[in-house]
């Protein structure tokens, strides 16, 4: 069964995650986005992309049960980066994808939607990067788009306490594009895709090539730091006691090793 239903209308390309009830980006998850991106590209009647996900949420994050699976450090360095270039995929995407934010974007969730070119997102959603409560980090290019957005002191923040942020203030701090009430979200979504949709293909190609030139030369250099450190803290003690408690729903006991 498939975990990214995929639709065509008016030109517009509807990616929606199916894994309820909280959309945890499994890497099945991300195996399926990557063939539903590459049969985007291949239909050249797609002139835009919504990526949204199914019943209450976004996407609350990662699968947390699938971290304690591996076996070694590199394992967990090799995740981050699959991450990232699938994330980096959807970035260098030649059409525009919009993420449509509702209920929870957390980790690897907002940093999905982070590298999405447009997020229009409920008043009432939650967006925030908690992977530091778990004795880990960012590992999805979090700690490197989210400055992009909302600025270096923001991002501190919102990284090192782990506090989501509404739709409101993700709006506020220009890490969305709009801001709407959920039962309009799908719909404004829509008609923004479709005003999109109604340009020339090669001339939003273009655009879709030009805009990333204004970015810094810096960010690679960036994810791949990011990679590492993942991998390095995720074989701290901490690391494993912040995700074992996530899972048995307790507050974890750090010991800063």
């Known amino acids: 069964m498939s975990t990214i239903a995929y639709d065509v209308k008016q030109g517009v390309a509807y990616l929606t995650i199916q894994s309820p009830p ?3 980006l499994s890497s099945t998850i991300l195996q399926d986005l990557e063939v539903k991106l590459q049969k985007v590209e291949a239909d050249k009647s ?11 949420f976004f996407s ?5 049960k699938e971290f304690t ?6 394992d967990s360095k090799a995740l981050a980066q699959k991450g990232q270039q699938l994330f980096n995929r959807i970035e260098h995407f030649p059409i525009p994808v919009i993420a449509a934010i509702h209920g929870a974007a957390l980790g ?20 925030g990067l908690p992977e530091l409560t778990l004795g880990i980090i960012p590992g999805f290019a979090g700690t490197q788009r989210l400055p992009q957005h909302v600025g270096a002191a923001k991002a501190y923040e919102m990284i090192l306490t782990g506090d989501p942020i509404s739709g409101e203030e993700a709006y506020y701090f220009g890490l969305a594009n709009r801001i709407v009430d959920e039962d309009q979200l799908l719909h404004e979504t829509s008609k ?6 109604e340009k020339s293909r090669p001339s939003i190609q273009h655009i879709m090539n030009l805009v990333p030139y204004a970015k810094t030369d ?9 990679a590492n450190a993942f991998k390095e803290v995720f074989g701290s003690e901490d690391a494993k006691e912040g995700i074992q408690a996530f899972l048995e729903k307790r507050k974890p006991d750090f010991k800063d090793e």
């Open 192 to 197: 923004l895709a479709e005003k999109i949709a």
């Open 46 to 56: 797609v002139k835009a992309v919504v990526l949204t996900g199914e019943g209450r």
């Open 22 to 24: 909280a959309n945890a």
């Open 108 to 127: 690897g969730g907002l940093e999905l939607a982070m590298a999405c070119h447009i997020r229009i997102v409920a008043k009432s959603a939650k967006l």
């Open 60 to 64: 609350a994050g990662a699968d947390i």
């Open 69 to 74: 699976s591996f076996q070694k450090a590199s």
């Open 218 to 226: 810096l960010f690679d250099k960036g994810l791949e730091a990011e």
